[in-house]
């Protein structure tokens, strides 16, 4: 067991981490604060993070380290993918190479063929693959069983015709994971679904525009369109027809990993707004001096300790294995939209200041409005509570 600092600058013991996961996130920092940092603004403008920041992560090992020795990973624990989730949750703005590692690459590794594994994985390692997935359709958001689109088995290929949208990692990828219908008559719907694995420059695959976001926009999200797109059928992820139930298994990772997301928001908002409002003069005096400033600065830290007390428990439950996907759900709105809250109570202890693009809170406040949306809307996550506890 090995300590990290929370934001008010204690040891707290992680009983998650060893020293080689806390060497790995020295690292990490050290390279993010040296080369993503001084540039993250520039990106921001340009909304989009420039593909060589993806070769150097891959470069110096920071992409899927749980990946097999057998296909040149690192075979660690989950472990070190929260320290990925972290570091970048703490930069902010960066969360492509999480949704690379953490929630694409498990697909290829628990689902994919070995042929599969062996000609996608040592590149999505090496960063030279850059993967998304694309789940999400105009008329299709959290109702995955309403997707239209489909691929019809010709010979030895499939005929997607569909689109997606607000694919993360969409202008870079160059392997997606689409879930398409290739059974439109069976119902329920969502038994009719398959995975596609769709690579860059495949005829008929057409990259639409890239969205403009109110926040998230070093993140590069874009429209993905299959127009006739010929997809051999050995691209075929897992079995026909089981795609619902691999997108649902992997999906207590992934919103395990919004709620890591929002808390590291929450606590970075937290951390820079006591060091804003102690610095901070105001009638003579500190404004931390002040007692509506306590009284805020104090709610908002009990919402946050409780929301990281949470989140640590999960996290070693999920690294043993365990079903907590009520718990997950859980965690997933509430400490999301707890983070969301907290955003304009630190913009306004910041005064004016909390409105001006050069101070970190301004970011936060766009970029964590997103988090009550993804991986599953916190309305769908409270549909699934109530589901798992017999109402």
């Known amino acids: ?7 008010d600058g204690n040891k707290v013991s992680k009983p998650y981490y060893n020293s080689e996961h806390l060497m790995f996130r020295e690292a990490l920092r050290k390279f993010l604060d040296k080369e993503v940092v001084p540039h993250l603004d520039q990106w921001e403008e340009d909304e989009i993070v420039p593909r060589s920041f993806w070769d150097r992560m891959g470069e110096l ?3 899927c380290p749980q990946v097999s020795p057998e296909y040149g990973g690192l075979g660690l624990d989950f472990g070190f993918q929260i320290v990925l989730a972290e570091e970048a949750g703490r930069v902010g703005g960066l969360g492509g190479p999480g949704i ?6 498990p697909y290829l590794e628990e689902f994919g063929t070995e042929e599969q594994k062996k000609k996608y994985l040592p590149k999505c390692i090496s960063g030279e693959i850059v993967t998304a997935v694309a789940m999400t359709e105009p008329g299709a958001g959290s109702d995955l069983a309403g997707i239209r689109t489909t691929a019809v088995r010709d010979g030895d290929h499939y005929i997607v015709n569909g689109q997606k949208t607000f694919i993360s990692n969409g202008i870079h990828s160059d392997l997606i994971v689409v879930a398409v219908k290739t059974d439109t008559k069976v119902t329920p719907g969502h038994k009719g679904i398959s995975l596609l694995l769709v690579e860059r420059g495949m005829p008929g ?4 525009r890239k969205l403009k976001k109110v926040g998230l926009r070093s993140q590069d999200t874009a429209e993905l369109i299959f127009e006739d797109c010929r997809v051999p059928v050995e691209n075929l992820l897992g079995q026909e027809g089981k795609g619902f139930y691999y997108l649902m298994h992997k999906l207590q990772q992934e919103r395990l990993l919004a709620a890591i997301g929002a808390i590291v928001s929450a606590e970075d908002m937290l951390q820079i707004t006591m060091q804003y409002v102690k610095e901070r003069q105001a009638f003579g005096k500190s404004i ?3 007692q509506n400033t306590q009284f805020e600065i104090a709610e908002m830290a009990t919402e946050v300790q409780l929301g990281r007390t949470f989140v640590d428990d999960l996290i070693v439950r999920h690294m043993n294995g365990e079903n907590i996907v009520t718990q997950v759900s859980m965690a997933k709105w509430w400490i999301t939209d707890m983070a969301r809250k907290m955003a304009p109570r630190c913009m306004q202890l910041h005064g004016g200041y909390g409105f001006m693009e050069e101070y ?14 993804f991986a599953g809307t916190n309305e769908i996550m409270k549909i699934i509570i109530a589901k798992n506890l017999g109402l």
């Open 1 to 7: 067991m090995s300590a990290t600092t929370s934001f």
């Open 61 to 63: 090992g920071f992409l």
């Open 100 to 105: 690379h590692t953490s929630i694409v690459v």
């Open 205 to 208: 695959f057409i990259r639409g």
């Open 288 to 290: 931390s001096t002040f």
């Open 360 to 373: 970190k809170i301004a970011r936060r406040y766009r970029d964590i409005a997103i988090s009550p949306i």
